[in-house]
């Protein structure tokens, strides 16, 4: 394998045509909201009468903007979420890209060095779980190391979040910069239940969605 030199200046998912893709440092919540429903609801039938569209556009772009605005405070690069119109509109699940900075370790002469060992990054994850009962294991995505974890997030009508929700998240070492994490956070409700028999099948779409995932230069 070629040694990496420098970090990679993006990614590469397959994902099916009725994901989008939102950037979400734009800062412009609800023209991306707005122009993403309208491009979805142009698609609908010319048959289908306004007057019951228009109230469910307005709620489709409601959603957005409460989808965009959490991942701009979690200071997210960018969100997916599955925009489908044939039969209705599925807003049960997303997934959130960020990045972040794993605390480094101090070596044996005192000197900060960057945590890549990892059995030491599943310590640190797992501590950061507050105790919740989460699964954890690590391996490789496009040969870096990868650790993942998967848990139920209980309700929080508070934050909008009315269902409890099952969450996978892939923690990816960036090649290059050992202090660089890649953070991928897919979230389901499932049918209504975060441990139903589509939440399962949703968890497994997203894991092969995962195996997919390549580093790009440019």
């Known amino acids: 394998m ?17 994901w989008v893709q939102i950037p979400v440092r ?8 707005h122009r993403i429903a309208a491009e979805a609801f142009a698609r609908v039938p010319s048959d289908v009468p ?4 228009t109230p469910l556009r307005l709620e489709v772009e409601r959603r ?3 989808a965009i605005a959490d991942a701009q405070r979690a ?18 699940a997303s997934i959130v890209i960020s990045k972040a900075l794993l605390p480094s370790r101090s070596a044996p002469d ?17 501590a950061r779980s507050n105790g919740t009962d989460w699964d954890l294991r690590s391996g ?11 848990g139920v997030t209980p309700a929080d009508p508070g934050r909008g979040a009315d269902l409890a929700g ?35 099948a949703l968890v497994e779409w997203f894991d092969a969605l995962m195996a997919t995932f390549r580093w790009s230069w440019a």
């Open 64 to 66: 957005l903007r409460a």
């Open 110 to 126: 005192g000197s900060s060095v960057a945590t890549s060992d990892p059995a030491e990054v599943a310590v640190q994850l797992l």
């Open 26 to 33: 734009q800062g412009r919540a609800e023209e991306t909201a």
């Open 166 to 200: 099952r969450s996978v998240r892939y923690t990816v070492s960036v090649p290059g910069n050992p202090s660089q994490w890649f953070l991928a956070v897919f979230s389901t409700t499932g049918a209504g239940d975060p441990r139903d028999d589509l939440a399962d």
């Open 2 to 18: 070629t040694e990496v030199t420098s970090p990679p200046t993006g990614y590469r998912l397959l994902l099916p045509s009725d």
């Open 140 to 150: 490789e995505i496009d040969g870096a190391l990868a650790v993942r974890q998967e």
């Open 50 to 53: 306004r007057d019951k569209l």
């Open 75 to 92: 200071k997210a690069l960018e969100i997916y979420l599955p925009m489908r119109l044939s039969g209705d509109i599925n807003l049960g």
